[in-house]
Nanobody, 128 residues
Framework: QAALMESGGGSVQEGGSLRLPCAAG????????LAWLRQADGKKREWVSA????????TYADSVVGRFTISIDTAENTLHLQMNNLEPEDTAIYSC?????????????????????WGQGTQVTVSS
Protein backbone atom coordinates (compact mmCIF):
# COMPACT_ATOMS: atom_id res chain seq x y z
CA GLN A 1 0.00 0.00 0.00
CA ALA A 2 1.11 3.51 -0.75
CA ALA A 3 2.54 5.87 1.83
CA LEU A 4 0.61 9.03 2.61
CA MET A 5 1.83 12.59 2.15
CA GLU A 6 0.28 15.78 3.49
CA SER A 7 0.65 19.29 2.13
CA GLY A 8 -1.11 22.62 2.46
CA GLY A 9 0.01 23.58 5.94
CA GLY A 10 1.04 27.12 6.78
CA SER A 11 0.41 30.15 8.94
CA VAL A 12 -2.92 31.96 9.10
CA GLN A 13 -4.63 34.53 11.26
CA GLU A 14 -7.35 33.57 13.69
CA GLY A 15 -10.62 33.13 11.81
CA GLY A 16 -8.86 32.15 8.60
CA SER A 17 -9.07 28.95 6.57
CA LEU A 18 -6.74 26.27 5.28
CA ARG A 19 -7.29 23.18 3.17
CA LEU A 20 -5.01 20.23 3.78
CA PRO A 21 -4.66 17.65 1.01
CA CYS A 22 -3.25 14.22 1.74
CA ALA A 23 -2.08 12.11 -1.20
CA ALA A 24 -3.35 8.72 -0.08
CA GLY A 25 -2.90 6.54 -3.14
CA UNK A 26 -4.92 3.35 -3.24
CA UNK A 27 -6.07 3.78 0.37
CA UNK A 28 -8.94 5.94 -0.89
CA UNK A 29 -10.42 3.00 -2.79
CA UNK A 30 -9.59 0.31 -0.23
CA UNK A 31 -11.77 -0.55 2.74
CA UNK A 32 -10.10 1.68 5.29
CA UNK A 33 -10.72 4.25 7.92
CA LEU A 34 -8.92 7.41 6.82
CA ALA A 35 -8.24 10.02 9.44
CA TRP A 36 -6.62 13.28 10.33
CA LEU A 37 -4.80 13.57 13.64
CA ARG A 38 -2.82 16.41 15.17
CA GLN A 39 -0.23 16.99 17.85
CA ALA A 40 0.50 20.34 19.40
CA ASP A 41 3.74 21.16 21.17
CA GLY A 42 3.82 19.55 24.59
CA LYS A 43 0.47 17.84 24.13
CA LYS A 44 -0.69 14.35 23.30
CA ARG A 45 -1.67 13.41 19.77
CA GLU A 46 -5.42 13.61 19.22
CA TRP A 47 -7.68 12.57 16.40
CA VAL A 48 -9.44 15.36 14.58
CA SER A 49 -11.67 13.68 12.04
CA ALA A 50 -12.18 10.27 10.45
CA UNK A 51 -14.01 8.85 7.47
CA UNK A 52 -14.59 5.25 6.49
CA UNK A 53 -14.17 4.68 2.75
CA UNK A 54 -17.04 2.21 2.95
CA UNK A 55 -19.71 4.01 4.93
CA UNK A 56 -18.47 7.51 4.03
CA UNK A 57 -19.85 8.81 7.31
CA UNK A 58 -17.52 11.44 8.80
CA THR A 59 -16.85 11.86 12.48
CA TYR A 60 -15.27 14.85 14.19
CA ALA A 61 -13.70 15.68 17.51
CA ASP A 62 -15.93 18.02 19.54
CA SER A 63 -13.35 20.79 19.27
CA VAL A 64 -13.67 21.03 15.48
CA VAL A 65 -17.36 20.26 14.86
CA GLY A 66 -18.88 22.84 12.55
CA ARG A 67 -15.49 24.20 11.51
CA PHE A 68 -13.65 21.30 9.85
CA THR A 69 -14.80 19.06 7.00
CA ILE A 70 -13.17 15.81 5.92
CA SER A 71 -13.65 14.48 2.40
CA ILE A 72 -12.23 12.01 -0.10
CA ASP A 73 -11.56 12.65 -3.78
CA THR A 74 -11.30 9.15 -5.22
CA ALA A 75 -10.47 10.45 -8.71
CA GLU A 76 -7.36 12.17 -7.31
CA ASN A 77 -6.74 9.58 -4.53
CA THR A 78 -6.68 12.45 -2.07
CA LEU A 79 -8.02 12.90 1.45
CA HIS A 80 -8.86 16.51 2.32
CA LEU A 81 -9.37 18.45 5.52
CA GLN A 82 -11.06 21.81 5.06
CA MET A 83 -10.47 23.96 8.13
CA ASN A 84 -12.51 27.12 8.61
CA ASN A 85 -12.71 29.67 11.42
CA LEU A 86 -9.33 28.56 12.71
CA GLU A 87 -8.37 29.25 16.30
CA PRO A 88 -4.92 29.52 17.92
CA GLU A 89 -5.74 26.25 19.72
CA ASP A 90 -5.73 24.53 16.32
CA THR A 91 -1.98 25.12 16.00
CA ALA A 92 -0.36 21.69 15.62
CA ILE A 93 1.30 19.26 13.26
CA TYR A 94 -1.47 17.61 11.26
CA SER A 95 -1.02 14.07 9.99
CA CYS A 96 -3.19 11.91 7.80
CA UNK A 97 -3.40 8.20 8.42
CA UNK A 98 -5.01 5.07 7.07
CA UNK A 99 -6.04 2.47 9.61
CA UNK A 100 -5.95 -1.27 8.94
CA UNK A 101 -9.61 -1.57 9.91
CA UNK A 102 -12.49 -0.77 7.53
CA UNK A 103 -14.51 1.15 10.10
CA UNK A 104 -13.54 4.09 12.25
CA UNK A 105 -14.84 2.59 15.50
CA UNK A 106 -11.31 2.06 16.75
CA UNK A 107 -9.75 5.29 15.55
CA UNK A 108 -8.95 6.46 19.09
CA UNK A 109 -6.82 3.36 19.66
CA UNK A 110 -4.75 4.32 16.63
CA UNK A 111 -3.56 7.51 18.29
CA UNK A 112 -0.77 5.92 20.29
CA UNK A 113 -0.16 2.94 18.04
CA UNK A 114 2.14 2.30 15.11
CA UNK A 115 -0.39 0.35 13.09
CA UNK A 116 -1.60 1.45 9.71
CA UNK A 117 0.00 3.97 7.40
CA TRP A 118 0.95 7.51 8.30
CA GLY A 119 2.10 10.68 6.61
CA GLN A 120 4.99 12.78 7.89
CA GLY A 121 2.78 15.66 8.98
CA THR A 122 2.37 19.30 8.04
CA GLN A 123 2.57 22.30 10.37
CA VAL A 124 -0.46 24.52 10.86
CA THR A 125 0.05 27.72 12.85
CA VAL A 126 -2.83 30.03 13.79
CA SER A 127 -1.98 33.40 15.26
CA SER A 128 -4.30 35.68 17.22
Amino acid sequence: QAALMESGGGSVQEGGSLRLPCAAGSHTTSRRCLAWLRQADGKKREWVSALSTGAMTPTYADSVVGRFTISIDTAENTLHLQMNNLEPEDTAIYSCAADVFPSCDRIETMINSTRGWWGQGTQVTVSS
